[in-house]
């Protein structure tokens, strides 16, 4: 049996607010997104890149933490082949189309129209995954352009101006919450990049958990200054807008990471006392842990978190979610 591994962009643009994605069509009258071999020395994103500019001659945005891969067999001259398939997201940047040899057309189709002319099973799962993740990308971008413009809109503003929005798939089955950005998250943007979210990092995949498979933001999404704690009336201006945000993305686990996150759901809950515990309501698992901060002050308090996202990973593992 010989194995074959390709990657391929399933390319969109929006057009009147919705996606049509651009399909090629092959000689034999089948539909296909522009895909092939990855050659030696390649990453399948470079790949995937490659062997869309060569089948449509065009460049594409890709769009982060979305793939699907996806195994097939088939037979050729009497050989049979395993080929295992990656499919990245890209929104369409540049053009003009222009096909390859191997296919005689194109078409840019709207999801409903091509789903009934796909063939594949598996281009058809992706597609409605890649079609749900853009919903929820543009509804989360929707929810963080509200939230970030709060500090005009508030009366009395006594955290940083700059907006962290969370990071990672936007349709992750995990959620990560945190206290509140610290200063270097305040200065690059991003969640969990300082000495906290180094040792969380560490933490992760020493649990078995890959960073880049959840979403990980904070029950407040401004800094405040003097990295203090927010306040609870701070909380409460921010946990609508946090809400909005876990009602798009669905998620099945929520890991509360300190006190600030779990008392937000479950008041009374503190992460040293709970730490470990899951609650299961209304259909989410909730998992109380501590603060990688806390761990950074305190050394003994690494092995109980590390524990705990153990316990955690192994409750994934266990309903197929890791």
Not at 13 to 37: C, H, N, R, S, W
Not at 52 to 80: C, D, L, M, Q
Not at 121 to 128: H, I, R, V
Request: hydrophobic share 40%; charged share 30%; with cysteine.
């Amino acid at each position: 049996m010989k194995f074959d591994y390709s990657a391929g962009f399933i390319v969109y643009k929006m057009v009147k607010e919705k996606a049509m994605f651009l399909f090629l069509i092959k000689q034999d009258g089948t539909y296909d997104v522009p895909k092939g071999i990855i050659e030696k020395g390649e990453s399948a994103e470079d790949a995937a890149t490659r062997e869309t500019r060569e089948e449509a001659n065009v460049s594409v945005e890709k769009i982060p933490f979305f793939k699907r891969k996806g195994r097939f067999s088939f037979y050729k001259r009497k050989e049979r082949h395993l080929k295992e398939l990656t499919l990245f997201l890209g929104r369409f940047k540049r053009g003009p189309v222009k096909i390859s040899y191997e296919h005689k057309g194109y078409k840019w189709m709207a999801y409903g129209e091509a789903m009934e002319k796909i063939g594949y099973k598996d281009l058809k799962e992706a597609l409605d995954s890649a079609n749900d993740y853009i919903g929820k990308k543009a509804e989360i971008d929707k929810i963080n352009e509200d939230y970030s413009g709060l500090p005009k809109r508030a009366k009395k503003w006594n955290l940083s101006r700059t907006f962290v929005q969370g990071i990672g798939p936007v349709n992750s089955r995990t959620v990560f919450l945190g206290q509140a950005p610290g200063a270097e998250e305040d200065a690059q943007k991003i969640p969990f990049v300082g000495r906290s979210g180094k040792l969380l990092d560490s933490l992760l995949r020493r649990s078995g958990i890959r960073r880049d498979c959840i979403y990980i933001t904070s029950v407040v999404q401004f800094f405040p200054p003097r990295n203090r704690i927010p306040s609870r009336k701070e909380i409460v201006l921010c946990m609508p807008f946090l809400l909005r945000q876990l009602k798009a993305i669905n998620p099945k686990y929520i890991v509360f990471l300190g006190n600030v996150s779990a008392s937000a759901f479950f008041n009374g809950h503190k992460a040293v006392a709970h730490h470990g515990k899951v609650i299961t309501k209304d259909g989410v698992t909730y998992m109380f842990t501590l603060h990688p901060a806390a761990v950074l002050r305190f050394k003994k308090f690494e092995v109980i978190m590390l524990s705990d996202l153990k316990k955690f990973s192994n409750i994934m593992r266990n309903s197929a979610d890791l």
